[in-house]
Each structure stands twice: as C-alpha cells, then as structure tokens.
C-alpha cells in the first residue's frame, strides 16, 4: 500500500472510491446521520489527496494509462489484436487539470451542504447523488474511450437533474429540472448517433486509436458537428444556453457549484473532440472560427442579459454563460493557430489562458454561486429588490462576495486578471476585435457586480433579515474556494508554468495521445 | 437496397420524435419524444452490427455449420445498445416523476402555461 | 370488485398474482444467472423481477404492498447490489493485477475455461461475470420496484 501502488492505481480509485461510497450512504444514513455526514465528508477528503498525488505525478513525469481488467496497466493492446480492446483510462496533463477542479468544487459543496441542507427531506440521497456527481464528472475526464465518456455523461446530467429538482416543493424547481433533462437527454442521444457512426466506418472505440486512423471523409464530419453541437450545449454556449438561468436559479446554492464544474467537464469533452479525436485532419481555420464565433456569442449575449436580471442567481448564471465564452476564445485561437507557424508564440499562449480560465472561472463562479445561497439561507429570498444592508451582518460573507465580484471582472492581484490578460494579449495577434469585445464585457461584469454589492449589501438593513452570520461549515466552504483564489491570483507565473503548461502542451499534441496508449504508457 | 430499410426507419423515428419534443405542449408527449428519439437512435447502433447472413453471436447451441467467428453479427453494438436501453428507461422514470409534481403543483400539464421560469 | 379497503383487484385476481409472483422471480433468477451463455444478463432479469413486483401493486394496491415490502426495504436491497458489484470489482486489486479484472478463471468458482465453438452451455463458467450479474440484478429489481411504488403511492395522495 505504498505510494507508488496508489499512484499506478489512481486512476480507477478515483472512479471506485466515490462509486462505493454513493451506494454506502444510503445503507450508512439509516443507521445515523453524523456518521454518514462524517463518512461523505471523508470520502470527498480522501478523493482531493488522491487527485492531488496523481496531478503532481502527471505533471511532472508523463501521462497515466490504466487499462482495466488487464493483467497489468500498461497491458492495452492484447497479444493477438492490433487494437486496444479494453476500457482505457487515460490520464494526461489535461484529464488531471479537469479532475483537480472537480475534485476542489466538489469538497467545497460537499462541506458547503453539510449546514446547508441541514433541515430538508431526503439527505441521504442528496449525499449519494453528490457523490454519484462527482464519479460522472471524474469518469468524462479520465477516460480514454469514448462510449465510456457517453455513459459518464449521462451518469453526470441524470444525477444533476434530480439533484436540480431536490426543493420539489417549489414548483419552478421541478420546471427547471425537466427542463434540463430534456435538453440533456437530446444533446446525449445526438452524441450517441456520432458515435455509432464513427463505431460504424472504423469498427474502434478508443479515442487513441480512432485519432489514429481517422480519415476525414463525410460521415466524419456529420459526427463533428454533432458532437460539437452537443458538447457545446451541454456547456451553456450560446445560441443553446437557454436550459442554462433556468436550471441554475432554481437548484440549491451548492448543486448549482457542482453544475459548473459539470458544465466545465463538457467543456473539456469538447476540446478533447477538437484536439485530440480530429486533431489536424479537421478544418483548424473554419472550425477555430467556428468556436470563436461560440466564444463571442456567448461573452456578449451572456453579459447583456445579465444586466437587466433581478434575481441574484439568474445574474450569476447569465455571467456563468458570458465567461464560458472567454474559455471558448481562448482556446478556439488556439485551434486556429494549431500546424501553423505562429502557434507556438501566440496559439499557445492563448490556449493557456483559456485553459487557466476554465480554473479560475470554477472557481470564482462556484464561490459567487455559495455567497447567493448564504444570502438566500439568511433572507429567504433572491429578489435583489427585497433585500439590502446585509453588509452589517454578514461579514465573511460581504468578504468573500467581494473577493468573488474583484475576481470575476478581472482585478489584480486576483486570478480573473491573469488568465484574462493571458487571453487579451493573444487574441489581439489574430484580430483586434476580439480583444476589444473581451474587455468591453469585462467592464459590463464590473458593472452588473458593482448593482449586486450595492442592492444587496449596502444601505440600511431591511425588516426580513435575521441578525448573524451563516453556519460554520458554510463558511469553511466558501473559503476552500476563496483560499483557491488568493493564492491564484498571487502567483499566476508558477501556476501558468507547473500547472497549466503542462494540460495545454497535452491538450495541443495529438501524437503525445496517441502514443501513450499504443506505446504500453507510463 | 432491402438492407437500407432499417436506416430509413431510424430517420422516420428521429424525425417524428424530434417533432414531437419540439412542437407539441403536453408534457407526457414530450417525455413520449424523447423515447422515441431514444429508439430510433437504439435501432441505428443495432443495424450497424448487422453481418449477411450471420447468425446471434453466441455460442451456446450453436447451429452448426456456422463458420467461426466471421459468421456471427458482431457483439459490440448489441453491448452499447445494451447501456443505452438502460439509460433511457432511467431517464423516463426521471422525467415521469417530474410531470407527476408538476402536476401536483400547477393543477395542469400544459407547457405553455408552466412557464413560470421567462426571461 | 375490491376488498374491504377500497383498494387492490378482485380476490381471483389476488389469488392468481400471488401463486404467479414465485414463478416470476424463479425465472427472473434464471435469466439473470444465465447471462454470459444465453442472451439476459442482470438488467434484463432484473426488469423481469421488478415487472413482478409490479404485478403485485397492481394486484394488491401500493399501500398494501407499501406495508410488506416497503421504500425503505427495497431501498437498501438496492444499495446491497451495487455495493456488492464494486466490491467484488475492487477485489481485482488485490487478487490480480487491475480494476474489475478477472481474478476467478483457473479457480474452483466460476472458473472452469469452456472449450471454443458449439457448446451446451456450461454453468460454471465466466469468472466474475455471475456475480456482477448477480449484483446488478439485485440493484435492478430493487431500484425499479422502488421507482413504481413510488409514483404509485404519490398519485394515491390525490385522492
């Protein structure tokens, strides 16, 4: 049980451990409740080390494969095939990015929920979907097969829709959830179809080694488009966002946490598709336009339907919306760029900054979206109109809602100013009006935070408030993430260099992928 | 020609389920779009595995004078039609429970008067 | 047309129902133990004996079957599967090399190695295969049967 046991075996742990404890905590919740708040917590504890140790072994040394139910990890292509034909499990610098946010947002929630469900119907199964939240989220990101990536999707958006229906007694939750499943079940059946097409021409179902016999003829791109199409609705691009305000506000404060990070699995599916699938037998110019088109749509629609918003949640989900553009920017200029000259001075570092983003943005949002739960858990209400002076009351909240605000529209010293500085200065190199759109809506998110602090924390305190602050493990979630922040944003070179150089060199090179699997992997 | 008729069934499938997600406002036929969009993508995995003149590909009393293994229909996407019928029936009974509180809760199950949500 | 309680069919029916439900579920157990020689497996099995367990609503009324086999009973049953899959999963790690692999072929359990080509069909192979089935059979049958019971009893509160 040493650490070079853990570290080979990390990837299915990470898969299992979560798994076994979803289907524990109902048996554990009969039995007691602290015991199975403790047990929650310690599994999403145990899971964060985890994926720490593997995150610094995958930066630091290589890509992780982990072939499952072989005689050793590295075992991906039996003796008597030429294919690998086994469920693999791939980890590289990318996968690890994704999963140490997943794991981060999901602790914070996790520990988030521990006061702030406290009074509700059903824990247990709250518990156990959260869990089973976090299993499909680890499953898309580490996954080299890409059937295995359609059922962890799945897994992801049934267990996010219950969890968005989990106040039924509110109508419009309900409404929201269903809502969700429609739009999600579709996108899913339509990544399905893509996948029986490319299942059909090439008779293969591993990314690897489709990437490495994928010819580009038309069925291949009717599966492209399908599953961008997909992916990028599952990720609240525009013009598919619309499931994205009405899911968002009406789930509880933490869930709405964890649905960003799903949101951000997504993400990553997609660029997964683009770079390592397709990599450069696909258009790079129409499809990079075609992203940065995603991108510039999103950052502007998202951000003037904030504007008008009463209802602080609905705000936050349209800003969710808006800031899902930059990703998509920066990492579409990388694709542009991507077999040309100039992508290893600009493309790269545009990819970077999108990639430094997708942490920043899980981050900052998930830390915004707790600070609207504990304001809704004190007043009872999301109207921005109803409330007000909350500041006298609620300091750590006032805090870190401050913290969140700066960091979003882009502030120094905080995180939001280096990858957004990162994505200005690269994709002015390919067209100026990119950049000036980026910072127009940087100023126009200033704006829409600057309304929220003012209605809801300043001024005289109203009638409907109750006096103190919200319970401590609330507060010691927010500060998992607010601590994530400050430290972001006060030393951005070592995370740029350690942390997000390695997930966009992974993400570019398509050999490095494929190689991995086809030669036997760390 | 005869072994492109399974194709056309999975297109009139998704249209008509496509039609009615999209078009119709009764919640219960949105959920019943949604399965036959489900169906239609379940009969497309299943055709592709299809082999001329092929047998099931199982080997317990199996005929014989089955040449082994190019003989049989291939096995996987009977596997990934497999999850998918699953998938859907978890997500049926999703959905179902959410019409019943909507049900419960607004008295009506048209979607154009559910729309509390605008904006 | 129905009994003292306003609820369930009428008693042929209860009668008939319950001397069916233990062929039911002995060919549910069939289907699923079956899986990897004939087509079934564990969801398939399982949705058969969730079927009979539905057979039974119908016959006797949810709230009748809500006092014998009740949420919370299903519940857990449900909870025991899955459980027991990822478990006999994780042991790969310690028996062989990786997760889920096959640690039973070779052995006395499960094991036996079936020759290639036709044959009829041999119970005791597979390795782990029939034990996950087994697992997932378990969730199955408990998982949906909690799922209809459910809806049933929530659409009784209307009335």
Redesign the interface.
């Known amino acids: 049980m040493n650490i070079d046991w853990l570290l080979t075996h990390s990837p299915a742990l990470l898969i299992a451990i979560p798994l076994l404890a979803a289907f524990l905590t109902p048996l554990i919740d009969r039995v007691s409740r602290r015991a199975r708040d403790a047990f929650v917590i310690a599994v999403l504890i145990a899971a964060e080390i985890i994926m720490v140790i593997l995150a610094w072994d995958v930066f630091t040394v290589g890509t992780h494969i982990y072939t499952m139910g072989a005689s050793s990890t590295a075992a991906t292509i039996p003796a008597h095939a030429a294919v690998p034909i086994r469920i693999v499990l791939e980890v590289d610098g990318m996968g690890a990015f994704m999963g140490l946010i997943s794991a981060t947002v999901s602790l914070a929630a996790g520990l988030y929920s521990l006061a702030f469900v406290k009074k509700e119907t059903g824990q247990g199964r709250y518990y156990t979907l959260l869990l089973l939240m976090l299993v499909g989220m680890f499953g898309m990101e580490f996954t080299g097969d890409i ?1 295995n990536m359609f ?1 962890f999707l ?1 897994v992801l958006s ?1 267990a996010s ?2 969890l968005i ?1 989990f106040r ?1 007694y509110h ?2 939750a ?5 809502k969700y ?2 739009i999600s ?2 996108g ?2 339509m990544v ?2 893509a ?2 097409l490319l ?2 021409q090439y008779n293969l ?1 591993n990314i690897a080694a489709l990437a490495g016999v994928m010819k580009y003829t038309t069925l291949d791109r009717i599966a492209l488009v399908m599953l961008v199409a997909a992916f990028a609705m599952k990720c609240g691009a525009v013009p598919m966002h619309m499931w994205t ?2 899911s968002y ?2 789930a509880p404060a933490p869930i709405t946490a964890m649905l960003v990070a799903a949101s951000q699995a997504s993400l990553y599916a997609l660029f997964r598709i683009c770079f390592s699938l397709y990599g450069l037998t696909l258009d790079v110019t129409t499809m990079g336009i075609i992203i940065i088109s995603l991108g510039l749509l999103s950052m502007f629609v998202g951000v003037t339907m904030a504007l008008p ?1 009463k209802d602080i949640k609905r705000l936050m989900s349209y800003h969710a919306v808006s800031q899902t553009g930059y990703m998509l920017l920066g990492v579409g200029v990388g694709l542009y760029l991507l077999g040309k000259s100039d992508f290893d001075t600009y493309g790269m570092a545009a990819m970077e900054g999108g990639i430094f983003h997708i942490i920043n943005h899980a981050l900052y949002k998930g830390l915004l979206f707790l600070t609207a739960g504990a304001i809704f858990y004190k007043v009872k209400t999301r109207n921005l109109n109803e409330m007000g002076g909350l500041a006298h009351s609620m300091k750590y909240t006032t805090i870190f809602f401050m913290i969140g605000a700066l960091a979003i529209a882009g502030i120094p010293p905080f995180n939001g100013f280096a990858s957004k500085l990162l994505i200005y200065e690269s994709a002015y190199h390919v067209s100026p009006i990119l950049s000036i759109i980026a910072m127009l809506v940087s100023i126009i998110t200033l704006a829409s935070f600057v309304k929220v602090f003012h209605s809801a924390f300043m001024g005289p305190p109203m009638e409907n408030t109750e006096a103190g602050e919200v319970p401590k493990s609330m507060i010691i979630g927010m500060a998992v993430l607010a601590a994530g922040i400050i430290l972001f944003g006060l030393f951005p070179g070592w995370v740029v260099s350690n942390i997000v150089h390695p997930a966009a060199q992974a993400l570019a090179s398509q050999a490095g992928y494929i190689g991995a699997v086809t030669g036997g992997g760390v | 020609m005869i072994y492109n008729i399974p194709f056309f069934a999975v297109i009139l499938l998704i249209a008509v389920g496509m039609y009615a ?1 999209i078009f119709k406002r009764n ?1 219960i036929k ?1 959920a019943i779009g ?1 399965t036959i ?2 169906s239609g ?1 379940n009969l ?2 299943i055709t ?1 595995g299809y082999r001329e003149g092929g047998v ?1 590909p ?7 004078g ?1 040449i ?1 293994p190019g003989g049989m229909v291939l096995p ?2 009977q596997a ?1 039609t ?6 859907g ?3 049926l ?10 049900y ?3 008295g009506t199950l048209d979607s154009r008067k ?4 605008k ?1 | 047309m129905s009994d003292e309680n306003g609820e369930g069919l009428s008693p042929i029916v209860k009668v008939i129902s319950s001397m069916l439900f233990p062929f039911i579920m002995i060919f549910s157990f069939y289907v699923i133990m079956h899986g990897h ?3 079934g ?1 564990g ?1 398939q099995g399982g949705a058969i004996g969730a079927s009979a367990v539905v057979m039974l609503i119908v016959a006797f009324g949810a709230r009748h079957t809500e006092r014998r086999a009740g949420e919370e009973k299903l519940s857990a049953f449900e909870s025991i599967g899955g459980t027991v899959f990822v478990v006999v999963a994780l042991f790969g790690f310690i028996m062989a090399a990786t997760f889920m692999s096959n640690f039973l072929v070779g052995t006395s359990v499960f094991g036996e190695i ?1 020759p ?6 041999i119970l005791n192979t597979g390795g782990i295969l029939p034990i996950l089935n087994f697992a997932v059979g378990m969730k199955v049958i408990g998982g ?1 049967s909690a ?1 209809v019971l ?2 049933a009893l ?2 009784r509160e ?1 009335d």
């Open positions: 059937f059922v799945e049934i829709a219950a229906a039924f109508g419009d309900v409404e929201g959830a269903f499943c429609v079940s579709l899913a059946l399905l179809f996948i029986g299942y059909g179902l305000p009405d506000t009406v918003q | 997600v919640l949105i949604i969009v489900e993508v497309f995995l592709l099931a199982i080997y317990t009393n199996l005929p014989s089955v082994l996987i996407p990934l497999l999850t998918s019928i699953v998938i029936v978890a997500i009974a999703l959905m179902l429970s959410f019409i019943i509180r909507i419960q809760y607004y559910v729309r509390r949500l904006e | 020689l004939t087509p497996g969801f079936p290639f080509g036709s044959n009829p069909g949906l799922v459910a809806m929530v659409s209307d």
